[in-house]
């Protein structure tokens, strides 16, 4: 049987996303842990307080805030991903034989350079896409590197990932999309962080935040950040964004269709589980089409100068579209996870004017809207 239509994503329960051992004990065992490990240390000294942009304001149109993940230690908000997995990990396992991780990108980049730095041995699987320069470095760390081919899609990643966990028992699965350390460090971490630069911004006159809009890739983003989001802005919607090529739940087979990058689409039916536990929460989804991402890439280059990957291209497309619909006196809050790899800026700089001006955001009814 085809590996795309083998298994089910797991489901969490349906709980709090806090953590539920937090407070002294959880604190002074982080502590410990980073006592142990200098490198691990050294790394979450490195980690998080992201700065945030106040983007050009369109007149009549709500004002839009992003965070800004590449600086973080290799580039991008997986940074914060690997090192919640790895110290969980590390807490419960002090010396795990083998670490073992599906990764769509960022992630792979991010647990190669972390485990290298602790000397942990590590398996990574991804895809066919990733840049071959990226695969030489991640083995030149020491990883072993898995590639399936990009052409059976994001599922069959993960599919190879649950067959040799299931082969070597005795290897550590992280299981990103299940694994609550994700979920926990993007809303004690992310969101948190997020929150306190809102309130901390005065002169921006921001009182409010009425939407907040991510990509759902694995869903600790998305739901993570509105968590912590909420506790200070209890009225703030959550809006997610899937490719359109594969968006979250479609029926449609798992595909290798281009998608802006860690877009997350399963296919067959299957939901990530972060979300699906929080479902009731989302008040909108969205669908971004890959070409279109690129050209969100070049729309904020212009206005701006920064140079932002292909799913933070996503989310801004996105955040444009509410900020259009909500109107002035409202803020829409969102991420940008990584800057523009150079094959994402070539692509984007290859686009012409129509494309650019084509640029649009989907409803779940395939309905178009420009940004």
Same mark, same amino acid.
């Given at each position: ?19 539920? +051992?937090?407070?002294?004990?959880? #604190? ?26 106040? $983007? ?5 149109? #709500? ?25 969980? $990990? ?8 083998? !670490? ?6 960022? $992630?792979?980049?991010? @647990? ?56 070597? #028992? ?7 999309? !299940?694994?609550?350390? +994700? ?45 912590? @989001? ?14 359109? =090529? ?8 798992? +595909? ?15 939901k990530q589980p972060f979300v699906a536990d929080h479902e009731s929460r989302l008040a909108r989804k969205l669908t971004v089409r890959f070409p279109d991402s690129l050209a969100g890439i070049r729309l904020l280059n212009a206005q ?10 996503? +989310? ?5 579209? $509410?900020?259009? =619909? ?34 649009? !955001? ?10």
């Open positions: 049987m085809p590996a795309t239509q083998t298994r089910p994503v797991h489901r969490t329960s349906d709980q709090d996303t806090g953590d539920q +051992n937090t407070g002294d004990q959880d #604190a002074g065992d982080r502590a410990n842990l980073l006592a142990r490990h200098p490198a691990l240390a050294a790394f979450a000294a490195r980690l998080g307080n992201t700065p945030v942009v106040c $983007l050009p304001r369109i007149p009549g149109e #709500a004002r839009i805030i992003a965070k800004c993940e590449w600086f973080n230690p290799t580039g991008s908000i997986k940074d914060r991903t690997a090192f919640a997995l790895i110290c969980d $990990l590390l807490l419960r396992e002090p010396n795990p034989i083998r !670490v073992l991780e599906y990764s769509g990108g960022n $992630l792979a980049v991010s @647990l190669s350079r972390l485990c290298a730095d602790l000397g942990l041995a590590n398996t990574l699987i991804m895809a066919s896409f990733m840049p071959p320069a990226a695969i030489a470095e991640m083995r030149d760390l020491g990883t072993k590197v898995h590639i399936v081919d990009k052409a059976l899609g994001f599922w069959a990643v993960m599919e190879a990932a649950y067959r040799m966990a299931e082969r070597h #028992a005795d290897w550590s699965f992280l299981h990103q999309h !299940v694994n609550r350390a +994700n979920l926990r460090i993007h809303e004690t971490g992310t969101g948190a962080e997020f929150a306190r630069q809102l309130q901390d911004i005065d002169d921006w006159g921001i009182s409010s935040v009425d939407a907040f809009v991510a990509s759902i890739g694995t869903g600790g983003t998305l739901v993570g950040v509105h968590s912590a @989001l909420r506790r200070i802005y209890p009225q703030v919607r959550m809006v997610a964004v899937t490719p359109a =090529e594969l968006p979250y739940a479609s029926e449609a087979p798992p +595909n290798g269709l281009p998608k802006y990058a860690g877009s997350g689409g399963l296919g067959s039916g299957r701006c100068g920064l140079r932002i990957g292909s799913s933070a291209g996503a +989310n801004w497309l996105a955040a444009r579209k $509410l900020a259009r =619909e909500l109107g002035p006196d409202t803020v829409v809050a969102t991420v940008f996870p990584s800057a523009a790899t150079p094959s994402e800026w070539r692509a984007a700089n290859a686009l012409d004017k129509q494309d650019i001006a084509n640029a649009a !955001v989907l409803d779940e009814n395939g309905e178009e809207a420009a940004p």
